[in-house]
């Protein structure tokens, strides 16, 4: 079953113009996706929404997926509105001794010398899709946003050394201005896109110095934490792997 976490963020309401996609709801709802239909559901709106921004992807009865999605250590997070899913991003950790868990390891080579300095690893956010059918401005950036702060909120949590994100060219300049994530080696090809992705990165105390990270929506409370440690516990708990991902305490 789908955990539903104690996760909220620091605003009063989504915008009204978008009718029935929010209803009289003034937050996001987040869960950690562990139930078979929830995750074909977000594999779903995952590939509506690339097949949507013009990308050539194979589907399997409308699911975008990849080998990542099944490994111990990959977290799928769903983002619902009103009780509709609407939003989900994918947390890949990596392990103490390898990278080869992160999609985003065998295309930028500059990680492999970073990873020695890093002593409790990296988690990469990847696959943040949000449903294409919703076309309000103002709400996909709310929403997109929703989805960021739940992945610094876990990192939070599980004491990473290091947020890393490959994003379009079109998005690099707002991980470096309310994250101050910096560019780790050079950009390279990425799937599933023919144009080259550049790889973000940098740390949970880089990104909380931002003075945008601690306005009403971006900051995290130690209620939202604890959530987030509880849930994402018992999710790696159960994996093969979860004695290799350090939670923090």
């Known amino acids: 079953m789908s955990q539903t976490l104690a996760f909220r963020p620091r605003q009063d309401s989504l915008p009204t113009e978008e009718g029935s996609w929010h209803g009289n709801s003034k937050s996001f709802e987040l869960r950690i996706l562990e139930d078979d239909n929830d995750i074909r559901e977000a594999l779903r709106l995952r590939g509506r929404a690339y097949s949507a921004i013009g990308y050539d992807i194979e589907k399997s009865d409308g699911q975008y997926t990849d080998h990542f ?33 992160l999609p985003c390891a065998s295309h930028y080579p500059a990680l492999k010398d970073m990873h020695r300095s890093q002593s409790h690893g990296f988690v990469e956010i990847s696959r943040l899709s949000i449903e294409p059918n919703v076309n309000n401005i103002s709400y996909r950036t709310t929403l997109y946003a929703f989805l960021v702060r739940a992945s610094l909120t876990a990192a939070l949590a599980t004491g990473v050394s290091m947020l890393l994100i490959a994003t379009r060219p079109d998005w690099v300049k707002f991980y470096r201005y309310m994250l101050g994530f910096q560019q780790i080696g050079e950009p390279a090809f990425y799937p599933p896109g023919d144009f080259k992705i550049t790889l973000l990165g940098g740390s949970l105390e880089q990104a909380r110095m931002r003075q945008r990270l601690q306005n009403r929506f971006f900051k995290i409370t130690e209620e939202e934490i604890a959530s987030m440690q509880n849930a994402i516990g018992r ?9 290799e991902i350090k939670i923090a305490v």
């Not at 999605?69 to 977290?75: I, R, S």
């Not at 939003?87 to 890949?92: D, E, K, Q, T, Y």
């Not at 999710?235 to 004695?243: Q, V």
């Open 69 to 101: 999605d099944t490994l111990a250590t990959t977290v799928l997070f769903g983002a619902y509105d009103s009780g509709r899913l609407v939003g989900s991003v994918r947390l890949c950790f990596s392990l103490p001794q390898s990278l080869a868990t």
């Open 235 to 243: 999710a790696l708990s159960r994996t093969d792997h979860a004695e």
